[in-house]
């Protein structure tokens, strides 16, 4: 009698065991997977740009995973991210996503480059093949092509042409030689900025652009610059040739400024080549600062730096909270591959708090879909970062 009992007894334990993993098998099933294209430079000169995009949105989707994903619609779904390397030229970008959308049926694709979003933004609204851009640069490409398949995230890089004019001016720096990077980030950089710096009263004294993709050596451009005596030095690129021309001018004798482009970090750079060769930079606030107004970040970097084992960049925690904005957007429009629904619902989703996500948004511009986060300014003075201020340029 006793052993009958404990036979049905391990039998019906047995039974509930493989009921509950056919339930766990069934829900995992149920767990639908969205695809999420990158297209970057992740090889070259500026593979640290692109790797650091892509940081941002793996670790989004892996939070999102590791929770069970989300409920959109009547549909649970996890998410996947296909990053393609592109070393910033247009035409393989093109090549990239023409892959995405006609082989893999991703209608989502990331962009981190000024230059092959443009190109994207030739092809993305081609009836039967549209998908949604989301763009990290601060290039308003929306202010002169609006697009309506368009997301941008970071703010407009204009934002800083009257605290970096007005930082350098009140330094008593004049005289300014240009050294930016080239292409269409570079050249619309550079031209906003002269034109500020010569209204401000300064003088331009030299102009040597480079290809921050393609050189590490640019004492050629150096020279050129230097030979005209320049009191600050205009430039910026991706963070780790930005570094190098700034350690190679520094090499060259040169005791002046730096104001240095929203592409390039300067907390990464001082990471690189130490704060003593920065001393005189402008640039934007080093990302962990931000901490003291989104107690999130601190968080955030902590996690980052335990898992890749260097600082958190912005491109990182902006491109972590944009993912977690589209997935929102997901959620109020009801569908994961509705680009259109998805687009239109983005300006309510457009909102973070800085407790719960590195980076906070304050909503949306539903015409030109420019999401709505501060600019700072910061500058190296006495071996230390010094906060200059938040802008916050929609209001404005």
Same mark, same amino acid.
């Given at each position: 009698m006793r052993l009958r009992k404990a036979l049905v007894f391990g039998i019906a334990v047995l039974v509930v065991a493989m009921f509950m993993a056919s339930c766990g098998e069934k829900e995992e099933e149920e767990a639908k997977t969205v695809t999420i294209g990158l297209t970057a430079p992740? &090889?070259?000169?500026?593979? $640290?740009? $692109? =790797?650091?995009? +892509?940081? $941002?949105?793996?670790?989004?989707? +892996? +939070?999102?995973? *590791? &929770?069970?994903?989300?409920?959109?619609? *009547?549909? +649970?779904?996890k998410f996947k991210l296909n990053a393609a390397d592109d070393q910033a030229a247009p035409e393989a970008a093109l090549s990239n996503v023409t892959r995405f959308i006609l082989q893999e049926g991703i209608n989502i694709v990331w962009d981190p480059y000024a230059t092959t979003i443009t190109k994207l933004m030739e092809i993305n609204n081609k009836p039967g093949e549209e998908f949604l851009i989301m763009s990290y640069t601060s290039i308003p490409l929306y202010a002169t092509a609006p697009n309506p398949l368009m997301v941008t995230f970071p703010p407009p890089f204009t934002v800083y042409l009257k605290s970096f004019t007005s930082i350098a001016m009140s330094r008593g720096w004049k005289k300014m030689g240009m050294l930016q990077t080239t292409g269409s980030y570079g050249d619309l950089w550079g031209s906003k900025f002269e034109q500020a710096w010569t209204t401000a009263g300064g003088t331009v004294v030299a102009k040597s652009p480079a290809n921050y993709y393609e050189t590490n050596d640019f004492t050629p451009y150096l020279t050129t610059v230097l030979a005209a005596n320049p009191d600050v030095i205009f430039c910026g690129g991706p963070s780790e040739p930005t570094g190098l021309v700034i350690e190679q001018a520094r090499g060259l004798g040169f005791k002046g400024g730096f104001i240095v482009m929203d592409q390039a970090k300067l907390d990464v750079i001082a990471e690189k080549i130490g704060m003593e060769k920065l001393e005189?930079?402008?640039?934007?606030?080093?990302? =962990?600062? &931000?901490a003291e107004n989104w107690p999130y970040m601190a968080k955030f970097a902590e996690d980052y730096k335990a898992a890749y084992g260097k600082t958190v960049t912005w491109e990182t925690a902006i491109c972590y909270t944009g993912f977690h904005v589209l997935v929102e957007a997901m959620k109020k429009a009801g569908s994961v591959d509705d680009i259109k629904a998805i687009r239109a619902a983005f300006p309510e989703a457009a909102f973070t708090s800085g407790k719960e996500f590195p980076v906070e948004y304050s909503g949306m511009n539903k015409d030109t879909g420019a999401m709505y986060m501060p600019g700072n300014s910061t500058q190296v003075k006495d071996g230390q970062f010094t906060i200059e201020g938040e802008v916050r340029w929609w209001e404005q």
């Open positions: 992740l &090889s070259g000169v500026g593979a $640290g740009y $692109g =790797e650091d995009i +892509k940081a $941002g949105l793996d670790m989004a989707i +892996k +939070k999102i995973n *590791d &929770s069970g994903g989300v409920t959109i619609g *009547d549909a +649970k779904y005189g930079a402008i640039g934007t606030l080093p990302v =962990e600062l &931000s």
